[in-house]
């Protein structure tokens, strides 16, 4: 009697026991209970292009880091800012002492591999499922589009990098030697062959652009036709100019401020000129923010959170050789530079009726001038509640490639090519809008007629520095023209500056697989 | 999870076993010992035999050639010529005399009990001179059959061992008295309790009256320098947990011990009130820890909460008071000084000073933002008891402040227990501890933001008419003043500013109950089986409300909108955990043989779900900001913009399922040997790893039970002891420490947008990448120790050497470097090993007077032996302050999270000085009065491979001394304690971003100003940024002595009471924190942090001196 009772409650007690054991597997199967990669199933691919477009707002691609390399090493743009704000970089990039282990060369590099490696997990995957849908091969496009402008970017800046263009997982698999720089523009070939093969013409539906900003045909043939004249095959450089001028979809602005105009709702975003424009979003008080520092880098800066004239941090500013260099009779010049203790010109010359503080380090503004193709429009501030406090311009986008170029492109290749007409053909509809399009008899930026190839090429470059000034072209175009010593010798820039050096912990890694560059 | 269906299968064989005897035996000696032969037949049979060693005489022997005869006949052969006669009595106990001597058999029954009337169960009745014993049953009563004149021995853990005669009694009450001796602790060892002496491992108990009574709303923070190998580093704000470490600092993720509250698993004790706690144990080895497996790799502290004890009705009463103060205040330089240094500044960077002579206060900012907090504690519990039933009911009340403006806590607790006896083999109980504490406003960077303010500014308010904010109207304002942003700006804010508008709009509510039903089945005689179910479920609401609110700018003297819009935040964070315990353990001696042996299957489930939202105010128009108003705190209120409201959740859970067993075995209690295993399956991790196995083995060796130490009459007691085991550590986080959920399920990277137009669309990119080989790290551990009373027991002495060394580290590896997303993989190791010394020294001088002295001290080495071979630059860096200039490097070959920088020889004195060093041009321009950095690698220039190892954070030792007296009704206790041999990285003063413009720190005063001024506080300018790097000139010496604790008490006289029907008043008086020696120029020389970067003084972290009164009242 007493033992049964003793086992009545054993058998009691042990239940909750055995239910445990018997629901174990099931109680220790925890997935996230976040989405990951895998739950995304069929949206996979297209979410991973997302993810690209989300890269091309990182640090190495649009701010700090991508001005240090493309603008700020230029004779004509510099840091900015205040004296002591980022000393380091006045060192690296305006005296050419390069640094082998600091935050922006690093990031710099990491982040284009960070874009490469995201592509080509995005390629395994679509080889793996074997997608023949359109609307995958034009992932498969937009995956192909940005290793290849990631490849060019480092190609331009440093020379023989590695060749990663596989997936891997497991790190020792990633460490390779440098690859020729012929066998990188070979892998941008065949990344922007197929990118323009399956990249459609435009994301219209309807009319309608239901995707501004999204990689297109066009911006492949334009980044396609930007490799050829850094490898001066001028035939290639004009065949792809013309193929994005015969699809008919892009133009140039009516007028220059135009292409620059910050506004609600998007105005002056991804206008008819831009062919590849990083975009960004920030909501009304900094919702939906999706801002990136591009812009905040480079706006007026004026020491002092709570001041009217914080817009930003004031980096990559005009300097005074740009400014005495420029023709006093270019509209351009006081578009492009804003000028601290002046009017900003109103709306025809890219401003917002507001007068700058003078220029007076310390107390007033830290500069005399600054770059005003980022200059942002007041109402934003207002609308995003990026004012006083938090002084930025997170929203503006970077207009990466903008048919402008296409022009300047096609008329430096058919100037190399003997074709003197269409190269003079080209640059005059640059200088006609640059003069407000005032016409062939017009008195400012007057044509330039061909006399010679010499002549015509003195007047392109020229006309890239006026027409892409603070937009990062100059130091390369010094390079490949091989201007730079002239240039830049005075700064300090000697032959071994073409390349940076490859950062030091890229090196270490590799366990010795990795060379330094020849020189550094 | 088939070991369940084995323990079931063995408890119902045991039912069978019982009713198997035999009397019959076969047996075959040659010239055995009389005495062996007796064994044996013991062994044999289920008699038992008594007799005195003068009756059977060594040296004895005997043959026995028996072929299945019965005992009886065996025994009268053994007897037959040697002058001795048995008689067996009616429980077959054989009790062996000589010849003719009369055997009275008396049935004798008892009831045991403690002094206190408590009714013991389980304690063990021998019959001394015979391996014959009983247990007492539950109600505490024991029978045996014995001779008249038998002697039994009462033994129980925790309790001083009685000899008792019967003396021809039948009926015998036997209170026994608590132990005070340490080794007779019963201390709790994780899935159940064990008396001290049969452990092989290293287990520290403190009683929770010695917590009670202490100022601390954290009790963890009262065992500062209480317990060899626990490193408490204490924190300044109400409540807050401090800094905890066991023996070292094993991991590079997480390092805080686990707590185990009466048995349910916890990452921290804060619900618990300091009143309920009855004791606290601190386990650090590896025989103690294998039980708790994946957890138990970082030590545990295991704290048991009061219990009903059996008797009458109690009811206690305790209550302080008292109040805190800042101590050892930082220096910085008043107006006077800012002035000098600020103009001395300009002129050395040759820029004019601005005008800032409308500045007039001199305000002491620290004196500004601090004030005198009070400290108040009170408790009621009532404790019952009955034959069925037992009860305790507990309700606490703290209120705590902080001593920086409008920082407190409060916090309401109720405890709650019950246990009852269905019948003599079943009880079941239920414990419940609730919780409500109003969390204090955040205030952590009030003290750094006071210390930035320049004294110029005044620290009042001014009356100003202006616009009400909310509405049309005009009212009388009085505002507190801005900066003026021309000097300070970016980081620097007027503290008042702040604290003062927006403390009160801050309701920050946590809600916790944890509770456990638990069931407990003694069948068997020698096993219980127990079954408890915890949940643990808490809520924090926190709501935070920006008001409108106004500064005046100190130059032009105007007033303006400094809060400038409305905006309510709110977050949600519930936690869900529930735990299953299911635990069989059989305890028996068999003779010479004592095992207790447990074995067991626990689930442990971990649920966070967390919420949080933004609200603001319609922007357009007329729109009318949210009110100042607590009813409107919340995401809806009509007075939101939907437009503009935004939440987002986080969720994240976790399970484990485990078994676990464990022997306690000893030999005569002479010899002990305990073994442990345990194998935990997790959810975190990948199938292939899924299930860990993690074991311990210890011995024991009391020498002082050798024959060869009974004449070292000085020594009471000796045990050597020694233990090895592999623990595991269930740790996944990033650098900092932050927790990693799922560490073989990369989450999507949050945030991950493409941007078209206006329109964001979700991408998806994992946050790292999924590793199929990953693995909890393991801690492969040793200890050896001493356990010692001597000097009649005035002595006791213990020493351990323990050895710790982590593989497999769980990392977080950053492969940005190859543009790669991060990997989760193990990789590496770190060795922690050290002595722990400490004594205890009681005497009674006399009646009146007696005294305790107690000490320890712990001496800890740190190493890291590797890190994974994948981690870019072969080391972890974390840095702080000026891009990272502060920084602390994990490499191996050094102790963990040491400091890195330059070494400072000095300062240039001159340019002639500089020409003939050698170059530092790679760090940065430099001029006299400039830091010289010494060329470490001395290749002749001075760049960053000059950077080296400048300091470790983890003392050499740490030591701890407590004195008691106690004078006829007077207490004394006095407890002081400190480390030596430890770092402190300062970064205010010197690594601050160069950026903002902060008050001097006074230490500057004595700057560089020319040559020869100084050669150690280099020039003043924030435009050197050459000085902005990390350096020696940051190391300060975080040795500290300090006098933690003073109490006085007074009992007040029974004769007193009793009149009042009052059992005990007890008054005190209690100081903490009374002095401090140190040696740097912070607040204190604690600093805690995370496994890596540890030990920073950011110019926080105020410590006060808190004294109290109070009284405890018992009737």
Request: aromatic letters at 12%; charged letters at 20%.
């Amino acid at each position: 009697m007493k033992k049964n009772k003793i086992f009545r409650w054993s058998l009691i007690l042990l239940l909750p026991t055995l239910i445990t054991v018997v629901g174990c597997q099931k109680f220790l199967d925890r997935k996230p209970l976040t989405a990951t990669l895998d739950d995304l199933k069929q949206g996979t691919l297209e979410a991973q292009s997302f993810g690209l477009y989300n890269t091309l707002r990182y640090a190495g691609f649009s701010t700090l880091p991508w001005i240090d390399f493309h603008s700020i090493r230029d004779d004509d743009a510099q840091k900015g800012s205040s004296t002591t704000d980022g000393a380091e970089i006045n060192t690296e990039y305006e005296t050419f002492q390069y640094s082998k282990d600091d935050w922006a060369p690093n990031t710099y590099w990491n982040d284009h591999y960070t874009m490469i490696n995201l592509a080509n997990k995005e390629l395994y995957y679509a080889d793996s499922l074997k997608v023949t849908d359109a609307a995958s091969l034009k992932n498969v496009g937009e995956a192909r589009f940005f290793r290849a402008y990631s490849f060019f970017e480092l190609v331009k800046n440093y020379g023989e990098v590695p060749l990663i263009n596989f997936y891997f997982t497991n790190a020792t698999d990633g460490i390779k030697p440098k690859s020729p720089v012929d066998s990188i523009y070979a892998q941008i070939d065949r990344d922007l062959a197929v990118a323009s093969a399956y990249l459609p013409v435009n994301w219209s539906v309807g009319g309608t652009n239901i995707y501004p900003g999204r990689v297109t045909r066009g911006a492949a043939n334009a980044l396609w036709a930007q490799s050829f004249l850094f490898r001066q095959k001028w035939d290639s450089v004009m065949k792809y100019c013309n193929l994005v001028i015969a699809s008919g979809q892009y133009s140039l602005a009516t007028t220059f401020p135009l292409i620059w105009q910050d506004g609600l709702n998007g105005v002056g975003k991804n206008g008819p000129e831009s062919i590849f424009e990083m975009n960004t979003n920030v909501g009304q008080n900094g919702t939906n923010n999706n801002g990136v520092q591009w812009a905040t880098s480079q706006n007026v800066r004026q020491g002092g959170a709570t001041n009217v004239w914080n817009l930003g941090w004031g980096w990559n500013t005009p300097t005074a050789n740009l400014e005495s260099a420029w023709p006093a009779d270019d509209p351009r010049k006081t578009q492009t530079i804003l000028y601290s203790g002046q009017f900003d010109g109103g709306q025809a010359a890219g401003g917002y009726g507001a007068t700058l503080p003078a220029y007076n380090p310390g107390p007033g503004l830290d500069q005399p001038f600054w770059n005003k193709k980022v200059y942002s429009d007041p109402q934003m501030r207002a609308f995003t509640g990026q004012i006083l406090g938090s002084g930025g311009a997170d929203w503006v986008n970077h207009r990466i490639i903008r048919y402008a170029d296409i022009l300047l492109m096609l008329a430096e290749a058919a100037n190399e090519k003997g074709d003197g007409a269409t190269a003079a053909t080209n640059l005059e509809l640059i200088r006609n809008r640059a003069s407000g399009n005032k016409g062939a008899s017009r008195t400012i930026v007057v044509p330039i007629a061909f006399t010679g190839q010499a002549q015509m090429r003195t007047a392109i470059k020229n006309e890239r520095r006026w027409e892409f000034a603070m937009e990062g072209y100059r130091f390369y175009d010094l390079v490949r023209w091989g201007d730079a010593n002239a240039a830049l010798g005075g700064l300090g820039y000697t032959d071994r500056c073409k390349y940076y050096p490859i950062p030091q912990k890229a090196i270490d890694l590799s366990g010795g697989v990795l060379k330094q560059n020849p020189l550094w | 999870m088939k070991l369940t269906t084995a323990l079931l299968l063995f408890t119902c064989f045991q039912v069978s076993a019982k009713a198997f005897s035999q009397t019959r035996i076969t047996l075959k000696l040659q010239s055995t010992e009389l005495k062996k032969a007796l064994s044996i037949i013991e062994r044999k049979s289920n008699y038992r035999f008594l007799y005195n060693d003068e009756t059977v005489k060594a040296g004895t022997k005997v043959d026995v050639d028996a072929n299945n005869t019965p005992v009886t006949d065996i025994l009268d052969k053994l007897f037959a010529n040697r002058l001795l006669s048995y008689k067996i009595l009616e429980n077959n106990l054989v009790v062996i005399t000589g010849k003719d001597v009369e055997v009275t058999e008396t049935k004798v029954s008892g009831k045991i009990t403690s002094v206190q009337g408590e009714v013991l169960q389980g304690v063990s009745v021998k019959v001394k001179g015979s391996t014959l014993g009983a247990q007492t049953d539950l109600n505490g009563n024991f029978s045996l059959t014995v001779p008249d004149n038998a002697v039994l021995i009462i033994s129980y853990v925790g309790y001083v061992t009685q000899e008792v005669s019967v003396s021809g009694r039948n009926s015998l009450n036997i209170s026994l008295v608590a132990s005070t001796q340490k080794m007779d602790e019963v201390v709790v060892i994780g899935y159940g309790v064990a008396n001290k002496r049969d452990l092989t491992g290293s287990i520290v108990k403190v009683l929770g009256k010695d917590i009670a009574d202490k100022p601390n709303t954290n009790p963890i923070a009262s065992l500062q320098g209480k317990v060899a190998g626990l490193s408490v580093v204490n924190n300044g704000t109400p409540g807050a947990a401090p800094d905890i470490r066991i023996r070292g600092t094993v991991s590079i993720g997480q390092v805080h011990p686990l707590y185990v509250v009466d048995g349910i698993f916890n990452d921290n004790i804060d619900y618990l009130n300091p009143n309920d706690i009855e004791s606290i144990e601190v386990l650090k080895d590896p025989s103690s820890l294998a039980i708790f497996g994946v957890k138990g790799a970082t030590g545990v502290i295991a704290i048991t909460t009061k219990r009903a004890k059996a008797g009458q009705v109690v009811v206690n009463f305790n209550t302080n008071f008292g109040f805190k103060k800042l101590t050892d205040k930082i220096k910085l330089v008043d107006a006077n000084g800012f002035n000098t240094l600020f103009a001395e500044e300009n002129a050395n960077n040759s820029v004019s000073t601005p005008d800032y002579s409308k500045l007039t206060a001199n305000t002491d900012w620290i004196n500004a933002v601090t004030r005198t907090g009070k400290f108040n504690n009170n408790n009621l519990s009532i404790q019952g008891s009955t034959e069925k039933n037992k009860f305790a009911l507990g309700l606490g009340y703290i209120y705590d402040e902080g001593i920086v403006k409008h920082q407190k806590l409060d916090k309401m607790q109720l405890s709650f227990s019950d246990e009852f006896k269905l019948n003599k083999a079943l009880k079941i109980g239920v414990n419940l501890n609730s919780s409500r504490q109003h969390n204090p406003y955040d205030a952590t960077a009030v003290l750094d933001n006071a210390r930035k303010v320049m004294p110029q500014v005044s620290a009042g308010t001014k009356t100003f008419r202006v616009a009400n904010p909310y509405g049309g109207d005009s009212i009388n304002s009085n505002i507190y003043s801005g900066l003026a942003t021309f000097l300070q700006s970016a980081g620097v804010v007027n503290p008042l500013l702040s604290v003062e508008n927006t403390w009160d709009r801050n309701i920050n509510i946590e809600y916790r109950n944890v509770g456990s039903i638990y069931a407990e089945l003694n069948f068997l005689k020698y096993f219980t089986f127990r079954t408890t179910m915890y949940a643990d479920i808490s809520s924090v609401n926190n709501r935070t409300y920006n008001p409108l609110y106004y500064a005046y700018d100190p130059i032009s003297g105007n007033p303006y909108l400094y809060g400038e819009k409305t905006q309510v935040s709110e977050t949600d964070d519930s936690y869900r955990k529930f735990q299953q315990d299911h635990i069989l353990t059989f305890r028996k001696s068999f003779g010479d043989h004592n095992i207790t042996a447990t074995a067991g299957v626990t689930t442990y489930y971990f649920g966070h779900f967390g919420r949080t939202g933004v609200a603001k105010p319609y922007s357009a128009g007329n729109a009318l900001p949210i009110p100042d108003d607590k009813r409107f705190w919340y995401m809806t209120t009509q007075f939101n913009d939907p437009n503009q409201t935004i939440a987002s959740s986080s969720q994240s859970e976790y399970s484990t399922a485990s078994v676990l067993g464990r022997v306690l075995y000893n030999y005569k209690g002479k010899y002990y040997f305990n073994a442990s295993l345990r194998d935990d399956a997790t959810s975190q991790i990948p199938t292939k790893n899924r299930h860990q196995q993690f074991w311990a083995l210890g011995g024991a060796w009391e020498l002082s039970k050798e024959s060869f130490m009974q004449n070292v009459s000085q020594i009471n007691y000796l045990k050597l002891k020694g233990s090895i085991g592999v623990l595991g550590n269930q740790s996944a986080s990033y650098l900092d420490g932050t927790p990693i959920n799922y560490p073989f399920y990369p989450n999507l990277n949050t945030g991950i947008s493409a941007v078209f137009g206006t329109n964001t669309y979700a991408a998806a990119q994992p946050s790292w990448q999924p590793n199929p080989d990953l693995k909890w790290e393991t801690v492969h551990a040793q200890e050896i120790g001493i356990e010692m009373n001597a000097f009649r027991n005035r002595l006791h002495f213990e020493f351990n050497y323990f050895n710790k060394t982590t593989k497999d580290l769980m990392t977080l590896v950053d492969r940005s470097v190859q543009g790669l997303p991060n990997l989760l993989e193990n990789g590496g190791s770190i060795r922690n090993w050290g002595e722990e010394f400490s004594a205890t020294w009681t005497q009674s001088i006399n009646h009146d007077f007696s005294i305790n002295i107690g000490g320890n001290i712990t001496f800890l080495q740190n190493k890291v032996i590797s890190l994974s071979p994948d981690i870019p630059g072969g080391f972890l860096s974390r840095g702080f302050q000026n891009n990272g200039s502060a920084e602390s490097r994990t490499l191996p070959g050094q102790p963990i999270g040491s400091y890195y920088g330059y070494v400072v020889e000095g300062l240039y004195q001159s340019y002639a000085d500089i020409l003939k060093s050698p170059s530092a041009a790679a760090i940065g321009a430099y001029r006299p009065g400039d830091f010289k950095f010494k060329d470490v690698n001395g290749d002749g220039k001075i760049d960053a491979s000059d950077r080296t190892i400048i300091g470790n954070p983890t003392p050499k030792f740490s030591y701890g001394i407590n004195v008691n007296a106690t004078y006829k009704n007077w207490s004394l206790g006095v407890d002081v304690g400190g480390v030596y041999g430890n770092q402190i990285f300062r970064t205010w003063g010197s690594l601050e971003s160069p950026f903002q413009r902060v008050n001097y720190s006074a230490e500057k005063l004595a700057r560089w100003h020319g040559a020869g001024t100084s050669n150690w506080v280099p020039i003043i300018s924030q435009g050197d940024r050459f000085n902005y790097n990390g350096s020696t000139y940051n190391m300060e010496d975080g040795s500290y002595f300090r006098l933690r604790n003073v109490q006085l008490g007074y009992a007040l006289p029974q004769s007193l009471l009793s009149k009042a029907k009052i059992k005990g008043l007890r008054l005190y008086l209690n100081m903490q924190n009374a002095k401090t020696w140190k040696h740097n120029l912070g607040y204190t020389a604690e600093y805690g942090g995370d496994a890596t970067a540890f030990g920073y003084d950011n110019a926080g972290g105020a410590i006060p001196v808190v004294t109290t009164a109070g009284l405890n009242l018992t009737f």
